[in-house]
């Protein structure tokens, strides 16, 4: 069975590296260790020269957004974990229509009470004590959705036919969606408002780590609610100081986000305050070149290296904290929540909002609108 080995092998519950180069060959893995696959990337073609075929892997590294495969390697990593635990195989190229069956149907129910020996609920339970699924309840439909889309992408990829493409499979797949349907679940509990984001920045005070909480919340919910990776891609020579002096105005620079590939994202403007606060977290941390926001020690001294996405949410939580809100009140999902929940509760056109929030689509950035409008429409007060 062909695998995809790395030049360093790990066991399925180490983090897969974003950077590793693979090594195509025909081998299992060795001593129980599960092999991290990486399938998005073409596998070696002997039509090509080991030049080109370094310039092919190289290119799909390239051309791939670094969310996108960040995100191919977590389901990588389940989808190898569950086929080791509920048919004792590594995966295979391509996968067979009954794997892909299997896994619908594991990923469709509930296995809360299934019988013990249901093959199903051991897989899930090897997976929960890998720390790779959180609970043996019936995950939600845009999980699974997420999973196979990118096992479809590893098969498209290297320009294999797809078991998912198959009518039992596709039917089947469309049925657990529609039998698991829910709600979605909210990204951020609450948006974050103004008058949330006030309470926010009146907890920073006077320190070097106050000054740039306080530039960071600014500029994630001013320049149009943005993603934590957008706040911790950001660099200093993204940030344009030129006009600040003479109209207050900041202009920022984002390489790539969510929905938009490099070159194609218009620069965003920042003004007043957040661009006052931005401007004095430079000066006061010293930012010359390099990342724009960095971790702060304990003795209040700026460090080199970016912060991490997950630093923003710890972020976002210490300060709900201070300022007596609860820790789970809103996530950093809150400031792009917040963002067009204000503006929509200060009538600013949709497309204006969309303008700084860079939403591709008008129904997603609309869903804040409405939840504004229909609690303001007058035909709710008919009754008195």
């Known amino acids: ?63 791939t957004p670094a969310n996108t495969l960040r995100a191919y390697e977590r389901d990588l990593l389940y989808i190898t974990a569950w086929k080791s635990a509920r048919f004792d195989l590594a995966l295979r190229w391509p996968e067979t229509e ?15 009470d299934a019988p013990h020996e249901d093959r199903a609920l051991q897989a899930a ?5 890998q720390r790779l699924r959180k609970s043996l309840s019936c995950p939600a439909p845009s999980t699974l959705d997420r999973r196979i889309a990118s096992w479809l992408a590893f098969h498209r990829m290297k320009n294999l036919s797809s078991p ?52 960071l919340l600014m500029l994630g919910w001013a320049s149009g609610g943005r993603r934590r990776s957008e706040i911790t891609g950001l660099m200093r020579e993204d940030v344009s100081l030129k006009e600040f002096e003479k109209t207050g105005v900041v202009w920022i620079s984002l390489l790539e986000t969510k929905t938009t590939t490099k070159g194609e994202t218009p620069r965003l403007v920042l003004k007043g305050r957040a661009a006052q ?15 724009l926001f960095r971790p702060i020690s304990k003795a209040d001294n700026v460090l080199k290296r970016r912060l991490s996405p997950d630093a923003i949410y710890q972020i976002v ?13 809103a996530s950093p999902h809150g400031l792009r929540s917040g963002f067009l929940t204000q503006a929509a509760l200060d009538g600013a056109p949709i497309q204006a909002a969309m303008r700084l929030s860079l939403h591709r689509s008008m129904a997603q950035a609309q869903k804040y609108y409405d939840d504004v409008d229909i609690a303001e429409n007058p035909a709710a007060d008919l009754l008195g």
């Open 98 to 112: 009954a794997t892909a069956l299997a896994f619908i149907l594991d990923h469709a129910r509930d296995l809360n």
């Open 317 to 329: 939580k210490h300060r709900l904290r201070l300022a007596g809100l609860p820790e789970d009140f």
């Open 1 to 63: 069975m062909l695998h995809f080995s790395l030049y360093q092998t790990l066991t399925i519950s180490d983090k897969y590296p974003l950077s590793c180069i693979i090594d195509f060959c025909e081998k299992p893995a060795q001593n129980g260790a599960m092999t991290a696959l990486a399938p998005y990337l073409p596998a070696p073609s002997p039509a090509l020269s080991a030049e080109d075929q370094e310039a092919l892997t190289d290119l799909y590294v390239r051309g």
């Open 164 to 215: 998912f493409d198959s009518p039992q499979v596709k039917q089947a797949r469309a049925k657990a969606r529609r039998a698991a349907a829910r709600p979605p679940a909210p990204k951020s509990a609450h948006p974050i408002t103004r008058d949330v984001l006030e309470q926010l920045l009146d907890t920073c005070r006077g320190s070097r780590r106050d000054c740039r909480d306080r530039a």
């Open 277 to 291: 606060a931005l401007v004095h977290w430079i000066e006061v941390g010293g930012i010359e070149d390099g990342p």
């Open 125 to 129: 339970e090897a997976l929960i004590a």
